[in-house]
């Protein structure tokens, strides 16, 4: 066993890449749909996955989310501190291994179908029960209020994209009866039934080896940081060390 401690932005890189890896994307890509659907983690999410299929020149992380959660102070807002000049550049969807560029999830959520898939980050995690939760600030849900329709009306395949950093000790049931409940101010929350994928998960997908949350944080840079202890064979082992040795000094992500 070893330990490695990784920061929210390595572990954003370390899920994009292993999702690009995982066999249920790949075998999807060249005759499915795949939405990514734009926020942060899921950006790192974009830039490997077209990267994978050689279709990255003209894509940037720059301005690749709707909403985002600014530091205390700060609203969560659909502009952030960007410039005028700076465009959302719509979702990333992939036809038949073909990057739509301009398009977003509610251009194509009605021809979505079964064997399709739809990538949308969390906001709150339960890492016991490998459910995941999304804030929602838009009055008719948003990007997963559309994602849901597929997903539960046609079977499409719903994947979050999510850092451990989200995790949360309640029950996502109950404290979405809290921020939903009338009269409470700030977001709304959505518990789905979408799938999980987190560091663990990457680690998992990239090296076979065993990835456990033993610890939390750290300061001057190291703010929200995962301590995982990993375990496994000498040859996993040695593959762990190298991955998150590549993704550590991943930068923070930056508006």
Excluded: C
Excluded at 203 to 210: K, N, P, Q, R, V
């Amino acid at each position: 066993m070893k330990q490695f401690l990784i920061t929210p932005a390595a572990g954003k890189r370390l899920i994009g890449r292993a999702l690009s890896s995982s066999e249920v994307i790949k075998e999807a890509i060249p005759k499915r749909t795949l939405v990514i659907v734009a926020g942060t983690t899921n950006g790192y999410v974009a830039e490997e996955i077209l990267s994978s299929i050689n279709q990255g020149e003209g894509f940037s992380r720059e301005r690749f989310f709707r909403g985002v959660v600014l530091s205390p102070g700060q609203p969560i807002t659909e502009t952030g501190r960007l410039s005028d000049e700076t465009q959302f550049p719509g979702d990333v969807v992939i036809v038949n291994g073909v990057w739509k560029e301009g398009l977003t999830i509610f251009d194509v959520v009605d021809d979505l179908k079964e064997g399709d898939i739809v990538l949308k980050g969390a906001n709150a995690l339960d890492v016991s029960r490998g459910q995941a939760g999304v804030l929602i600030g838009d009055p008719y849900g948003g990007t997963i209020g559309a994602a849901i329709q597929a997903v539960v009306g046609r079977r499409v395949k719903l994947i979050h994209p999510v850092g451990l950093e989200k995790r949360v000790t309640g029950d996502l049931k109950d404290l979405a009866r809290l921020l939903n409940a009338p009269g409470v101010q700030g977001p709304r929350l959505l518990p789905t039934t979408g799938e999980v994928f987190t560091e663990i998960d990457a680690i998992s997908t990239l090296t076979g080896a065993e990835a456990q949350l033993v610890a939390g944080g750290g300061v001057n840079g190291g703010e929200g940081s995962l301590r995982l202890a990993v375990t496994g064979d000498e040859e996993q082992i040695k593959a762990a060390s190298t991955l998150l040795d590549e993704v550590s000094l991943e930068p923070p992500f930056q508006l």
